[in-house]
């Protein structure tokens, strides 16, 4: 090694973006490990790089003493003070080792050890550079194919498209150009792990972004994206401008937008969905292309709503294989459940029959008269099981039954069934 070396580590420290010093701590350190086992010695070996001659210097480190008992750790006052005048009992001081024969190992070392510091900081660097792009869209080349993933070059480094990322109706050969959505990047042995998705629905939702100034602008807003790879796929938008149409801007003048998105993701069918604060009307939109008769709220806490369409709409409603409603569930975070009007009504009819039935088996209780009957059917006392199990204080809570009629009722009920 040269007295050029020093100025070898600045600048490839300069061109790698790593700070020389640490890259003379680590062939310091290296040199330590070469010494020892090169020489197999059990002294405190230290290295230290001498800029002025531009080699690494190897010490035996050793505590000045009075007597010496264990040579390899300590020097007697009378040696120590050969190599310097002024140092006293209890002080350390660092006797020169020769390095004669370890001339090529140090030489390899320090190669060696600039090259890994070299890799490491490529390594850094690259994931310093596409961490805190997760959730872009990249553009690459498929390189060559590792099982069942694609490896893509992606520029300054190369990415892994995973067997599970890939929409079922697309094929890869060598060289063909790919546009998908960086959903991870992964620090592993061989260094950063960049994943890309070609179904996840970011990049559904990039594609938009990059294809509608108006939601590039903030005009029009992505609340949702939900995709089937390769089949379907549902993306729900509002405006901030009420003059601004968010589906139709969406779609582009003739459909030219959407179709853009469409041809990039190889004809997987897209649905606009204009977002409402309406948990009925952002369902009843969510089914689209169907049209919907009526959407009612079941259960607000449990999420969970009834939808009513035309008996020419039912098959549409629901999609190939229940995909649309399924698709439209996932939208808007709702259980949808889809009827159509023949069904409901039958379903309504049923009700009213039982109900009618129900109420005829309470008139039959003494004391009880069609509005009471009828109230205690709507409640869910629709049988003189029910009534019989029923607590005073239960029946008390409907309206014209006191605590005492309820005790009768109950009573009547019991007598009945024996």
Same mark, same amino acid.
């Given at each position: 090694?040269?007295?050029?070396?020093?100025?070898?580590?600045?600048?490839?420290?300069?061109?790698?973006?790593?700070?020389?010093?640490?890259?003379?701590?680590?062939?310091?350190?290296?040199?330590?490990?070469?010494?020892?086992?090169?020489?197999?010695? /059990?002294?405190?070996?230290?290295?230290?790089?001498?800029?002025?001659?531009?080699?690494?210097?190897?010490?035996?480190?050793?505590?000045?003493?009075?007597?010496?008992?264990?040579?390899?750790?300590?020097?007697?006052?009378?040696?120590?003070?050969?190599?310097?005048?002024?140092? @006293?009992?209890?002080?350390?001081?660092?006797?020169?080792?020769?390095?004669?024969?370890?001339?090529?190992?140090?030489?390899?070392?320090?190669?060696?050890?600039?090259?890994?510091?070299?890799?490491?900081?490529?390594?850094?660097?690259?994931?310093?550079?596409?961490?805190?792009?997760?959730?872009?869209?990249?553009?690459?080349?498929?390189?060559?194919?590792?099982?069942?993933?694609?490896?893509?070059?992606?520029?300054?480094?190369?990415?892994?498209?995973? @067997?599970?990322? /890939?929409?079922?109706?697309?094929?890869?050969?060598?060289?063909?150009?790919?546009?998908?959505?960086?959903?991870?990047?992964?620090?592993?042995?061989?260094?950063?792990?960049?994943?890309?998705?070609?179904?996840?629905?970011?990049?559904?939702?990039?594609?938009?972004?990059?294809?509608?100034?108006?939601?590039?602008?903030?005009?029009?807003?992505?609340?949702?994206?939900?995709?089937?790879?390769?089949?379907?796929?549902?993306?729900?938008?509002?405006?901030?401008?009420?003059?601004?149409?968010?589906?139709?801007?969406?779609?582009?003048? +003739?459909?030219?937008?959407? /179709?853009?998105?469409?041809?990039?993701?190889?004809?997987?069918?897209?649905?606009?969905?204009?977002?409402?604060?309406?948990?009925?009307?952002?369902?009843?939109?969510?089914?689209?292309?169907?049209?919907?008769?009526?959407?009612?709220?079941?259960?607000?806490?449990?999420?969970?709503?009834?939808?009513?369409?035309?008996?020419?709409?039912?098959?549409?409603?629901?999609?190939? @294989?229940?995909?649309?409603? +399924?698709?439209?569930?996932?939208?808007?975070?709702?259980?949808?459940?889809?009827?159509?009007?023949?069904?409901? @009504?039958?379903?309504?009819? +049923?009700?009213?029959?039982?109900?009618?039935?129900?109420?005829?088996?309470?008139?039959?209780?003494?004391?009880?008269?069609?509005?009471?009957?009828?109230?205690?059917?709507?409640?869910?006392?629709?049988?003189?099981?029910?009534?019989?199990?029923?607590?005073?204080?239960?029946?008390?809570?409907?309206?014209?039954?006191?605590?005492?009629?309820?005790?009768?009722?109950?009573?009547?009920?019991?007598?009945?069934? +024996?």
């Amino acid at each position: 090694m040269g007295k050029e070396l020093y100025q070898t580590i600045e600048q490839i420290g300069r061109e790698k973006g790593i700070d020389p010093e640490v890259i003379i701590q680590a062939v310091e350190e290296a040199m330590v490990a070469a010494f020892r086992k090169y020489f197999r010695s /059990q002294e405190n070996i230290v290295s230290r790089f001498n800029r002025e001659k531009g080699v690494f210097e190897v010490f035996a480190r050793k505590q000045v003493v009075e007597e010496v008992t264990n040579p390899e750790k300590e020097i007697s006052l009378s040696e120590a003070v050969k190599y310097d005048p002024n140092i @006293k009992v209890g002080e350390e001081i660092n006797i020169p080792k020769s390095t004669e024969g370890l001339g090529r190992i140090a030489a390899q070392t320090a190669k060696q050890v600039i090259y890994q510091k070299v890799l490491e900081a490529e390594r850094e660097k690259i994931f310093n550079e596409y961490h805190p792009r997760i959730g872009e869209i990249v553009n690459g080349i498929v390189k060559r194919f590792d099982r069942n993933d694609v490896i893509v070059d992606i520029g300054r480094t190369e990415a892994v498209l995973p @067997k599970r990322e /890939q929409s079922p109706n697309e094929t890869y050969s060598q060289g063909d150009r790919v546009k998908a959505v960086i959903i991870e990047v992964e620090r592993i042995s061989r260094g950063p792990q960049v994943v890309i998705s070609r179904v996840d629905p970011q990049l559904l939702i990039k594609l938009f972004e990059m294809e509608v100034p108006e939601i590039y602008d903030g005009t029009i807003k992505i609340k949702n994206a939900v995709r089937e790879p390769g089949e379907r796929a549902k993306i729900a938008v509002y405006s901030t401008d009420t003059n601004v149409d968010p589906v139709g801007a969406c779609v582009g003048m +003739r459909g030219n937008r959407v /179709q853009a998105i469409i041809r990039e993701l190889k004809n997987e069918k897209i649905d606009i969905i204009e977002y409402s604060e309406d948990p009925a009307t952002f369902i009843a939109n969510a089914l689209s292309p169907a049209k919907v008769s009526k959407v009612t709220i079941l259960d607000e806490e449990k999420r969970e709503a009834e939808v009513i369409v035309d008996s020419s709409q039912l098959s549409l409603a629901i999609g190939k @294989k229940g995909q649309n409603v +399924r698709l439209a569930a996932k939208l808007t975070g709702w259980k949808i459940d889809i009827k159509s009007e023949e069904e409901k @009504k039958a379903e309504v009819e +049923r009700r009213m029959d039982m109900m009618s039935k129900s109420e005829g088996m309470l008139r039959a209780i003494p004391g009880i008269g069609e509005k009471t009957a009828e109230r205690l059917a709507e409640a869910g006392f629709d049988s003189l099981e029910k009534i019989a199990k029923a607590s005073v204080e239960e029946l008390s809570k409907l309206p014209s039954i006191g605590r005492e009629k309820a005790e009768k009722i109950i009573k009547e009920a019991r007598k009945l069934l +024996r």
